[in-house]
């Protein structure tokens, strides 16, 4: 009987797309009740895709940091545009790596300069880290929360940090000069036959 009901979990969760070693291990971990297993697999997915998603978000912009151009190019020549559309798109496509490496740096040394944003943004971190390493952690009253939605939870606390110790005001001030300097760039930088042909470039694979 045992036997038979032990078959009966494991189909159950093999059914949902699970393989066989997976399902055991879940149904080892949460003492045999098929509804923990379950949840504990399709936590484990999530967090598989989620771990996915980072790994391909780090790759694209490893992709864009390795296309930097030479800062003696990037600071070469200015004028002002005749054509402001057409320039602007091109330095955007042609010097986005520089224009990373440059957000990030202004990030950062705002960052080290005002202990309130580095103290709110490393609380901020550890709520969402905590959010998502909770798991299939039980809440009093609750039960156990999905991704998402412990993630819209951590929304809660991390919004209140981010209102009362002020740096609503100084990430406005940052995203201004951050937006400010590269759209600069970008509209007085003049144009080099290579960034013109790198955008040819990039228009012709969007247009596959």
């Given at each position: ?31 045999g009740d ?115 939605q412990r ?58």
């Amino acid at each position: 009987m045992g036997a038979n009901l032990s078959t009966e979990r494991l189909a159950r969760l093999t059914a949902l797309g699970f393989d066989v070693a997976s399902c055991r291990a879940a149904l080892d971990a949460c003492d045999g009740d098929v509804d923990r297993a379950e949840r504990l697999l399709r936590e484990q997915a999530r967090g598989a895709r989620v771990g996915q998603g980072v790994e391909l978000f780090g790759m694209h912009i490893n992709s864009i940091l390795r296309e930097q151009r030479p800062w003696s190019e990037f600071f070469e020549r200015f004028l002002w545009p005749e054509h402001p559309r057409e320039r602007l798109l091109t330095n955007l496509v042609y010097y986005r790596g520089n224009y990373l490496v440059l957000v990030f740096a202004i990030i950062l040394i705002a960052v080290l300069l005002l202990p309130k944003l580095f103290f709110t943004a490393a609380l901020m971190c550890m709520t969402f880290t905590c959010a998502i390493l909770l798991g299939d952690t039980p809440i009093p009253h609750v039960g156990p929360l999905e991704l998402q939605q412990r993630l819209a939870v951590a929304c809660i606390p991390a919004a209140w940090l981010l209102q009362t110790s002020g740096c609503v005001g100084l990430l406005a001030q940052l995203a201004s000069v951050c937006f400010g300097l590269v759209l600069s760039h970008a509209t007085f930088r003049a144009r080099s036959l290579s960034s013109r042909w790198r955008f040819l470039h990039e228009q012709f694979k969007a247009s596959e």
